[in-house]
């Protein structure tokens, strides 16, 4: 793999970065374009190229991509209350950002684009597991804004030839999460408030469900959609785990004080069907929440 250009958009993040270290082991030549809303300049492999660049510019974005042999598109706004208070600027960034890096990708003779899709196209479906063939139902800004980046990939793939491929991401946690703020995500809220000491926040009844995805395996879901022969026309793929727990079974597995705090627009449970991973990407999930979070711990 060496000298192969590969960029990663939002690397500075939380996936985004676990990302960049594997592509970095595995001897890629790694250009991370990042603008530091969400991520830090702490989390780039070293060995990594740092671009501070904003995806809402295309002018400053197409220099970078240029000639790349792999885009892994993971800039974004990735919270649904933020998406919910400001429409405005988060569809600026997750649908006007997703489309300059496509034109970009295009014009810049990239083999193929990977898109950081997410479960929250779903919303609240009748039916569990969650599977690709369901019609979308977001229930917030942002989930509308992933879902609307998938259509666009697809898009550009027909009109253009360009190679993309969308992972829709079920509750990711690991290494890097961002445990702070509001709407932080769960786990990486769980673990910050136990070591301070504090009660675990948990949302409603606690008993809503989600399909909590180790970041090591979406890591390896991104490697294997960059190489597998069988995609690459817009496919859409769910990568969970594949079983869910309820936040009040996050909580127990943790250990500690809890308290009940005000229900947020979320949808009641997410559990992912995996059978479309496997079949186009070869990937299983590997990682159970139990060993993942003791890891974490
Ligand atoms: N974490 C999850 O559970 C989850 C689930 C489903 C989908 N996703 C998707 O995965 C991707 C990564 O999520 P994450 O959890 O690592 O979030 P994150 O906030 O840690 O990473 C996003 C990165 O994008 C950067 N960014 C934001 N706006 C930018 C802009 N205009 N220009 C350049 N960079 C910009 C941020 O600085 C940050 O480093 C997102 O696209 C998100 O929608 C995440």
């Not at 974004?76 to 209350?81: E, G, K, N, T, W």
């Amino acid at each position: 793999m060496q000298n192969k250009k590969v960029v990663i958009t939002g690397g500075a993040g939380f996936i985004g970065s676990n990302l960049v270290d594997a592509l970095v082991d595995n001897g890629f030549n790694v250009h991370v374009i990042d603008n530091f809303s969400g991520g830090k300049k702490e989390n780039v492999n070293k060995k990594a190229t740092l671009h501070v660049a904003d995806i809402r510019n295309l002018d400053d974005i197409s220099p970078i991509i240029d000639g790349a042999e792999y885009v892994f598109h993971l800039a974004a706004l990735p919270r649904v209350q933020y998406s919910i208070e400001n429409p405005v600027e988060t569809n600026d960034v997750n649908i006007g950002g997703t489309l300059n890096v496509l034109i970009a990708s295009q014009k810049g003779a990239v083999k193929r684009v990977v898109y950081s899709a997410s479960s929250s196209a779903y919303g609240d479906q009748s039916k569990m597991p969650l599977r690709e063939d369901m019609i979308a139902n977001p229930k917030s800004p942002y989930g509308l804004h992933k879902y609307i980046g998938e259509l666009y990939c697809k898009v550009w793939s027909m009109v253009h030839g360009l190679e993309t491929v969308s992972l829709r991401y079920f509750n990711v946690y690991g290494k890097r999460q961002n445990p702070d703020g509001a709407y932080a995500l769960v786990i990486g809220k769980f673990l910050k408030q136990k070591a301070q000491g504090k009660p675990m926040t948990i949302t409603s009844d606690g008993n809503q469900t989600r399909d909590f995805t180790n970041i090591k395996d979406v890591v390896r879901a991104n490697i294997l959609a960059m190489q597998s022969k069988k995609i690459g026309a817009g496919e859409v793929i769910n990568i969970g785990a594949g079983y869910n727990h309820s936040v009040n079974n996050v909580a127990e597995l943790i250990g500690g004080e809890t308290e009940y705090i005000d229900a947020r627009i979320e949808p009641k449970d997410t559990l992912a069907d995996t059978a479309l991973a496997k079949k186009f990407l070869g990937w299983e999930p590997e990682i159970s929440l139990k060993k993942g979070l003791s890891e974490l711990i």
